[in-house]
T-cell receptor
Framework: GENVEQHPSTLSVQEGDSAVIKCTYS??????FPWYKQELGKGPQLIID?????GEKKDQRIAVTLNKTAKHFSLHITETQPEDSAVYFC?????????FGAGTRLTVKP | SAVISQKPSRDICQRGTSLTIQCQVD?????MFWYRQQPGQSLTLIAT?????????ESGFVIDKFPISRPNLTFSTLTVSNMSPEDSSIYLC??????????FGPGTRLTVL
């Protein structure tokens, strides 16, 4: 089955800096890669996603890149703000079978 | 996006008892899922709740321990049976909308003493 690895497990940045979280997946058939943000005491919120026919997608300060050949994808957050502090999960999916990475705890220091 | 509510939001239960968690969606959805998130951990799929038929369980999860109901396209329940402290977790309902995107409920925080 699919195996998703996520790095780093924790990430601390200064406000205004960029943050990058990386994930790799094992099943080359996976075709959908969402990213979720989970704030303390809340359920995960979908923040951005990318499908296998696209290499990059951007939404304001958030971007995701996908390298299908290498089977890895990354989340980029620019101009980080304290409210970006949360746990971020990547996932890889084929049809309805979605597998999650272990999560990255991002802390943005004011 | 779908609006998903879960009840209860949290509970503290005694060992050996059972708890039923409800998940309500504001629109009809084809796919509903139940996940477990142990403290500080990632999300693990328990089962897919199928409307009108038995749920499909992932490896390591069985119907006797986690019975699931899905009576219609907007509602599902997950029961955690004969609980032990190891069942202390956040249980999350998730749905797949018509867009194919997957959304999560707010979760139910369960503590078993």
């Amino acid at each position: 089955g699919e195996n998703v690895e996520q790095h780093p497990s924790t990430l601390s940045v200064q406000e205004g800096d960029s943050a990058v979280i990386k994930c790799t997946y094992s099943d080359s058939a996976s075709n959908y890669f969402p990213w979720y943000k989970q704030e303390l005491g809340k359920g995960p919120q979908l923040i951005i996603d990318i499908r296998s026919n696209v290499g990059e997608k951007k939404d304001q300060r958030i971007a995701v890149t996908l390298n299908k050949t290498a089977k890895h994808f990354s989340l980029h957050i620019t101009e980080t703000q304290p409210e970006d502090s949360a746990v971020y999960f990547c996932a890889a999916s084929l049809e309805d079978d979605m597998r999650f990475g272990a999560g990255t705890r991002l802390t943005v220091k004011p | 996006s779908a609006v998903i509510s879960q009840k209860p939001s949290r509970d503290i239960c005694q060992r050996g008892t059972s708890l039923t968690i409800q998940c309500q969606v504001d629109s009809q959805v084809t796919m509903m899922f139940w996940y477990r998130q142990q403290p500080g951990q990632s999300l693990t799929l328990i089962a897919t709740a199928n409307q009108g038929s038995e749920a499909t369980y992932e490896s390591g999860f069985v119907i006797d321990k986690f019975p699931i109901s899905r009576p219609n396209l907007t509602f599902s329940t997950l029961t955690v049976s004969n609980m032990s402290p190891e069942d202390s977790s956040i249980y999350l309902c998730s749905v797949e909308g018509t867009s194919g995107l997957q959304f999560f409920g707010p979760g139910t925080r369960l503590t078993v003493l």
